[in-house]
């Protein structure tokens, strides 16, 4: 049986967050040796409580969940409950508070996870604000340059942004600690844009029903996620669901469903202002730097949506 590659899986966990953790948990290919939670959606310990219930209904395997940071590195934290909903889940009381997360500070241990492994062994995905490995680079960058690759839910990708004309929430939520990964020198790291989830790679009224019917973890997700489901409803004029974070573990766990991923040199605003928390592309590489990240912009949607099936135990 060959090793599962190894994994952590650094969250905000809102209801698109859930999804994606699932599909992670269920793919037996890798191990999510860790969790950690940051304030994004939701703030930390919303975020933690969402993430244990989500363990506990997909009920395979539960890795330790770490908190991590709770406020931003500078910017006051905003949240997402216009999206989805004050506890993040939908607001349908499926998050079960009772469950605690293990001691010790997120950034630490995944520093130690790091530290203790092979170079090359641990793959970190981030479906939050960058807030913990920014800090983790900054306490330890050599220790994090021994990531095999970081996948990121963030930017918008070679699209529009999703919470500015710009700007992507994650990115946007904390933008000077995505300057801090981006000028890390880690290699790879690629960024899962906003537009890989649009178009094609939304899960369609036909799909919804299928996951909601075919699991109890499939029906957990479709349900979490209600607060967008009626936010799209009004906005399309039918049931859709534009799942994130699911794009992200889907490219970074099964990338043969990718079908746009290219290097650029990426910056990100800093600056206050209307494009704060947007994320430039040098498309034709107009400014001569050297490409510092990858730039995922659309998937294959028959097959990152049979990913989403099969690791939902739908199909
Ligand atoms: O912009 C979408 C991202 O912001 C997703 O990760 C969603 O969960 C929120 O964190
Ligand atoms: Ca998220």
């Not at 202002?273 to 498309?283: A, H, I, N």
Request: charged share 25%; aromatic share 8%; proline share 3%.
């Amino acid at each position: 049986m060959k090793e599962r590659k190894k994994i952590i899986i650094d969250t905000d966990c809102g209801s698109d967050d859930a999804m994606a953790i699932a599909m992670a948990l269920n793919d037996e290919r890798y191990e999510v040796i860790m969790i950690t939670t940051v304030s994004g959606n939701v703030r930390l310990k919303q975020a933690t409580a969402n993430t244990l219930t989500t363990l506990k209904v997909n009920n395979s395997y539960y890795p330790p969940v770490y908190e991590g940071c709770n406020d931003m590195l500078v910017r006051d934290w905003v949240g997402a409950a216009e999206t989805h909903g004050n506890d993040g889940m939908g607001d349908l009381d499926l998050v079960d508070y009772s469950l605690k997360p293990q001691e010790g500070h997120a950034v630490l241990k995944m520093l130690e996870a790091l530290r203790d492994a092979p170079a090359d062994t641990i793959d970190v995905i981030a479906l939050g604000p960058l807030t913990n490995l920014a800090l983790a680079i900054k306490l330890e960058p050599e220790t994090m340059k021994k990531v095999d690759k970081i996948v990121i839910m963030g930017t918008a990708g070679l699209g529009i942004g999703n919470v500015s004309p710009v700007a992507e929430f994650n990115i946007w939520q904390d933008p000077e600690a995505c300057k801090i990964v981006l000028d890390s020198g880690i290699d790879p790291v690629y960024f899962v844009g906003w537009d890989a989830c649009l178009g094609d790679a939304m899960l369609n009224a036909r799909e919804i029903e299928e996951i909601r019917n075919g699991s109890e973890i499939g029906k957990f997700c479709i349900d979490s996620n209600i607060v967008l489901m009626d936010m799209n409803r009004d906005r399309f004029g039918e049931n859709c669901l534009d799942m994130a974070d699911p794009a992200a573990m889907a490219a970074a766990l099964y990338p043969e469903c990718i079908d746009k991923c290219e290097k650029y040199f990426c910056q990100v605003e800093t600056n206050s202002g209307l494009s704060y928390g947007g994320v430039l592309v040098d498309f034709y590489h107009f400014s001569g730097k050297q490409e510092n990240a990858y730039i995922c912009s659309k998937l294959k949607a028959d097959m990152y949506k049979d990913y989403i099936f099969r690791n939902l135990k739908v199909r």
